[in-house]
Each structure stands twice: as structure tokens, then as C-alpha cells.
């Protein structure tokens, strides 16, 4: 698979098993009076938030805009559904794609014996908890671990991660549930457009 494929089933994974929220997602950041959106929570006030909004037809009435203002005009639901349209949601899959890409993809390169397809989209699918955070955590298990193994990925995200993300053990039990989540998500993909074998049917390969 090419780097921008990978970026392509990274992001899509992002978006199937809602770690990060759905197309139509709305909320104020915790950093300040602005909205976070979508399904990778784009934020910021002339920042990843408003690029956001301007690519969208129409959004541009929403950028550079408070959350507190949107909200307090009764148009969080407007917000919503432009989001979540189809024009919304092709934007959003372009974007986060390419973000997948330029910052996820690259930074996993950077690990010795990441050559599987779907152990490098599993480990993808993981980076918005933190991609520098991810890759050091896979450089120092690649030489204990079989990072080709996407079975061996579940189980070190499930055991190890939160402690290696620093979280504290309140998140050792959603860390366990997403790390079965992803597993089984990846698992199922059906990756045979890019010449790569249905799970467990390997060798696999990127």
C-alpha cells in the first residue's frame, strides 16, 4: 500500500469506529470559546477548525465564530447538519486523509519492522491519542515484540498503552475496549483493492 493509501484506511478507520466523534460531532473545546467539530474534533479559531469550515460550502458563516456565539443563536444544530451533509462528510474524509498522511504515516515509518498493512493501519488508528506518543511506544517494543502481528498490536494497546500515554489506570479499561474494537475493525477490512490478503490469510505487507 502507498503512504496515501494507508492515510486513506487510517482515516477511514478514525471515522468507522468513532474514537474521535462522528461527522456531525459539536462541542466547545476544553482549550477555549470554540467549537470542536467533526469527526476528527477539529478546533481553533483561524486555525485546523475554520480550514475546516471554509472548505465546506456555506460553512464559512460559521468560521471564526465562538462556540458561546453559535450557541447562544440557536444554531448548534445548523452547525450539525452541516457536518454531518454529504458535502460535509466528503470534506471531512478528504482532510482528515490527508492529515493521516502527512503526520500519522510518516511518524509510523519511523518504526523498524512496520512493513504490515494492517498492523500499520491499527497502529494508525490509534495516533490521535497522541502520534509521537504511539511511535515511541512502538520503537521501544520492536525488537520484544512482533509488530506484524496484529494480534500482538491488540495485546501490548491493551496492556501497555495507557501506561506508556501516562493516563493514569481510570483509563486501562477503555484503552482494553478500544484496543478489541480496533482489532476486530481492522481484522474485517477488506483491503484487497490494494492487493493485500484478507486477515489471516497472510503474509500480508505493505
Known sequence: ?????????????????????????????????????????WEG???????????????????DRT???????????????????EEGQAVQIQIL??????????????VPSMDDSRCFIYAGIWCPTSHSVVRRFLQNRWNRYNLRSLETMRDI????????????????????NRAENTFQYVASLNLSAYGVAEYGQGPFGR
Open 97 to 110: 486523509s490527508q492529515n493521516c498522511t502527512e503526520m500519522y504515516v510518516n511518524e509510523l515509518l519511523q
Open 157 to 176: 494497546f491493551r496492556d501497555l498503552y495507557y501506561v506508556a500515554a501516562s493516563v493514569g489506570e481510570e483509563y486501562a479499561v477503555g484503552y482494553a
Open 1 to 41: 500500500m502507498t503512504n496515501e493509501e494507508l492515510g486513506k484506511e487510517i482515516a477511514l478507520g478514525i471515522i468507522n469506529t468513532g474514537v474521535e466523534g462522528g461527522f456531525d460531532a459539536v462541542s466547545c473545546s476544553t482549550a477555549g470559546d470554540y467549537p470542536s467539530i467533526g469527526c476528527s474534533q
Open 45 to 63: 479559531l483561524n486555525g485546523r477548525g475554520d480550514a475546516l469550515l471554509n472548505s465546506i460550502p456555506g460553512g464559512d458563516y460559521f468560521a
Open 67 to 85: 462556540y458561546s456565539d453559535i450557541q447562544n443563536n440557536g444554531e448548534l444544530e445548523a452547525l450539525r447538519q452541516l457536518l454531518g451533509s
